[in-house]
């Protein structure tokens, strides 16, 4: 491409060659700069683009399940990678997943074949000039992490990631947990309160103890904040410091009892609607499985459907709420695009997504053009009310999507069970999003 072009993408994961096809699909030029192989990442082990890290899944096909009706959604209108991915499904049951090689040569495939779309190899140390997006991921190049934060601000650009376990509000058992703030402070109970008896508490420590963690990476020194320490270095620390600590029971009553416990682990609204609920104070390196069976041994929490589990790792991501508008570029600068991890969504599809998500923006912006309304009622558009941080009560963090981040149905859907509010929940979510295609496909045309 000897012209300049009309984008830029950095970034050449899944975020970003979504935004590049999009693009160049509808006549576009992009240019697409990746760093390899010139440089990698960490955590890459490869030169090919798109290339699947973690796993080779793609998870739930199941519309019921929020990212089986998000990869719907994205088949609806026309994601690139998700035409990839299904060119190249491996079987998996009720889920969706890839070879991982042919993947890639895939994306490599589609993206070789659209005349408007340049590849360059290149470090990008600098935010380019002109219309550009930047889809590079959670591990963003140290030079171009540094011209960032300049940009941002650093305390709105986070390095270094802990969060706690979310939890389903459905599957917590409302007998045995209750609703109080300590002292009963504040007009309304936003903490939820699971009683730990004092051999209950010691089962827990030593399961905490004891629980497979994940390693650190080379790249991933634990250098942990006094104020944000992961649970089971707490324990670390001696048998009892969870006790004086987030388990601390101090201004609790049990209504079963009307005592206090020995400990209480405290849950905290994570959103307005209260379908989902934080765990106080459990950033954590156990492995998933382990989180789930340690958790579980809780009073209450036999049942505990995870929302989102714990984590601590090395992780580059932007204070979207307050950084990104409402069309996902910066506050204060028009030209400059994010998609991908990097804004704080989580996982293949997400990431994906998101690339969809401003590739529209973009065009738009091209085409001189505005878009209709993506509805908050579906999946896409539950990603994006995510990212503007609406309905949260807590910290905004990273999080894939789940039903907890969708509107709410009509009072009246509230009284079906689990499983009928799910499939309404997808039924609606299908129906607005091809209303919404229907009108804002002819826009960006």
Known sequence: MS???????????????EVALQLARRGVKVRLIEQ??????????????CELVCSNSFR???????IGLLKWEMRHVGSAVLQAADAN???????????????????????AAEPSLERVSAVVESVPEGLCVIATGPLTGSELAADLALRTGRDSMYFYDSIAPIIDAESINWDIV????????????????????????????????????????????????EGCLPIEVMVDRGPMTLAFGPLKPVGLTDPRTGRRSFAVVQLRMENCEGTAWNMVGFQTRLKYPEQKRIFTSLPGLEKAEFLRFGSVHRNTYLHAPSLLTDDLHLVDSPDLFFAGQITGVEGYVESTACGL???????????????PV?????????MKRHLRGEGLLSAYAPSNLNFSLFEPLPEAGKRLSKGDRRAAMAERAQTDLAAYWSEA????R
């Open 3 to 17: 012209q300049t072009p009309e984008v830029t993408v950095v970034g050449a994961g899944l975020a970003g060659c």
């Open 178 to 225: 209750w609703r109080q703030s300590r002292w009963d402070k504040g007009e309304s109970a936003d903490y939820a309160n699971v009683p730990l008896s004092k051999d209950e508490y010691h089962a827990f420590v030593t399961a905490l103890a004891s629980g497979e963690k994940v390693p650190p990476r080379a790249f991933e020194e634990p250098k942990y904040f």
């Open 89 to 111: 499904a491996v079987p998996a049951g009720d889920a969706l997943a890839v070879d991982r090689d042919l993947f890639s040569a895939e994306m490599e495939r589609l993206c």
């Open 374 to 382: 993506l509805p908050k009622t579906t999946a896409l558009g539950s």
């Open 60 to 66: 739930s096909a199941n519309v019921q399940n929020a």
């Open 357 to 371: 998500l401003v590739a529209w923006q973009v065009l738009a912006r091209l085409r001189g053009v505005e878009l």
């Open 36 to 49: 390899k192989p010139l440089r990698r990442t960490p955590a890459q082990t490869s030169d090919a683009i």
């Open 441 to 444: 496909e002819v826009r960006l």
